[in-house]
């Protein structure tokens, strides 16, 4: 495991260190032997150990940890504050959150919420009861019953 900002990433770290000389000589090679496979490899020069070879998947990881170490204090500020936060906004950060009807009718029964729509959160409008109404009914030949 890779160890990040206080995040544990899936990227396995080879035990063995490869030198500055034998990368230089040999880059092809170590790049079949450890970064093609998904892993990291330590650099290092006279034992100490300078940097890490990483996929680039362990980068992209990396990054996005970043931007939730970054952005997580902020959404669940938000939260507390009661805060509606753009659906958009989660799909940028990554965050998937399946709808489910049910789930939402039962935290709408426990909890006090009330329910927004749209990115700036403005209420949802209703139908005012002063407006008519023309309800049309349906003819079940046109459902093709």
């Excluded at 495991?1 to 260190?17: A, H, K, Q, V």
């Excluded at 902020?74 to 753009?86: F, K, N, R, S």
């Amino acid at each position: 495991m890779f160890w990040y900002g206080g995040l544990t990433m899936p990227t396995p770290i080879d035990p063995e260190s490869v030198g500055h000389r034998r990368l230089k000589n040999h880059l092809s090679e170590v790049l079949r032997e450890t970064v093609h496979k998904g892993r990291a490899v330590p650099i290092s020069n006279h034992g100490k150990i300078d940097g890490y070879l990483v996929p680039p998947a362990a980068v992209e990881e990396m990054q996005w940890a970043e931007r939730m170490r970054d952005t997580l204090p902020l959404l669940m500020a938000a939260v507390q504050a009661g805060a509606a936060i753009p659906s958009t906004t989660l799909d940028e950060l990554g965050i998937e959150i399946p709808f489910d009807w049910r789930k939402l009718n039962r935290f709408g029964a426990n909890y006090p919420v009330t329910l927004t729509h749209g990115e700036d959160g403005e209420p949802l409008t209703w139908i005012d009861d002063e407006i008519e109404i023309e309800l049309i009914e349906e003819d079940d030949t046109e459902l093709e019953l």
